[in-house]
C-alpha cells in the first residue's frame, strides 16, 4: 500500500527541456497539490486540483501546467525547464478541506529532486 | 495575498533543552497545522488546531493557537536528537482553500 508515489524521485534535465513529474495516489483522495520546496522559500504552493477536472494556480504558477483526468494522477510538466526551477517538487493529497470534520491533513509523497542544468 | 510567516528560520539547542518556534499570519486563519520534515524526507502532519485560544500537547510537544487565530506556536520541552528536522506551520485563511506554508524552522541538537 504505497499511499502516494511520485516518480521520478531524482531528474536531470537541461534548460529547455519538457519535464513531466508525476504523482498518484491510491486513496481516491479529491484533493491534490503540488509543492516546491527550496532552501530559504519552505514549501510554496505550484498548483493544485480539487477533482477530476478541476485545477488552479498557487503561489508560483508560472512556467508550470498541470492536468487532472483522473482522481489519482497528478501530473506536472515544466514545459520548457528554466534553472530557477531546480528544486525539490512534493505532490500532496488530502481527502477533504472542510473542518472540523475532517482534518484536512495533506499526506506528502517521497519528493522529486529535479536539476536544470 | 495569505502570507504566513514563522520564525526562528534556525535554532541550535543542546539535547535536553527547550525549543519553540512562532508562526505568524498576515490574515486570521480558520485552522493551522504543523507538520515535521526530518533531513532527506517529506513532511509529516503532526497536528490541527481549530479553536481561537487551542491548546493540544502530544507528549513533549505543546501547541498553541492564538486567541485572535493569526499567531501559533510550538514548544518542545527537553529536546532530543530525535527532534532534529524542519518544523512547518501552514495555515487556511477560509476553510476549503489550499494550505500555505510558513517557511519553517530548522532545528538542529547536540548530545
Known amino acids: 500500500d504505497a499511499g502516494i508515489t511520485q516518480s521520478p524521485r531524482y531528474k536531470i534535465t537541461e534548460t529547455g527541456r519538457q519535464v513531466t513529474l508525476m504523482c498518484h495516489q491510491t486513496w481516491s483522495h479529491s484533493y491534490m497539490f503540488w509543492y516546491r520546496q527550496d532552501l530559504g522559500h519552505g514549501l510554496r504552493l505550484i498548483y493544485y486540483s480539487a477533482a477530476a477536472d478541476i485545477t488552479d494556480k498557487g503561489e508560483v504558477p508560472d512556467g508550470y501546467v498541470v492536468s487532472r483526468s483522473k482522481t489519482e494522477n497528478f501530473p506536472l510538466t515544466l514545459e520548457s525547464a528554466t534553472r530557477s526551477q531546480t528544486s525539490v517538487y512534493f505532490c500532496?493529497?488530502?481527502?477533504?478541506?472542510?473542518?472540523?470534520?475532517?482534518?484536512?491533513?495533506?499526506?506528502f509523497g517521497e519528493g522529486s529532486r529535479l536539476t536544470v542544468l | 495575498g495569505q502570507q504566513v510567516m514563522q520564525i526562528p528560520q534556525y535554532q541550535h539547542v543542546q539535547e535536553g533543552e527547550d525549543f519553540t518556534t512562532y508562526c505568524n499570519s498576515s490574515?486570521?486563519?480558520?485552522?493551522i497545522q504543523w507538520y515535521k520534515q526530518r533531513p532527506g524526507g517529506h513532511p509529516v502532519f503532526l497536528i490541527q488546531?481549530?479553536?481561537?485560544?487551542e491548546v493540544k500537547k502530544q507528549k513533549r510537544l505543546t501547541f498553541q493557537f492564538g486567541e485572535a487565530k493569526k499567531n501559533s506556536s510550538l514548544h518542545i520541552t527537553a529536546t532530543q536528537t530525535t527532534d532534529v528536522g524542519t518544523y512547518f506551520c501552514a495555515g487556511r485563511a477560509q476553510a476549503g482553500t489550499a494550505l500555505i506554508f510558513g517557511k519553517g524552522t530548522t532545528l538542529s541538537v547536540s548530545s
Open positions: 488546531l481549530v479553536k481561537s485560544g
Open positions: 500532496a493529497s488530502t481527502d477533504r478541506l472542510i473542518i472540523p470534520a475532517n482534518t484536512g491533513e495533506l499526506f
Open positions: 490574515t486570521t486563519l480558520s485552522n
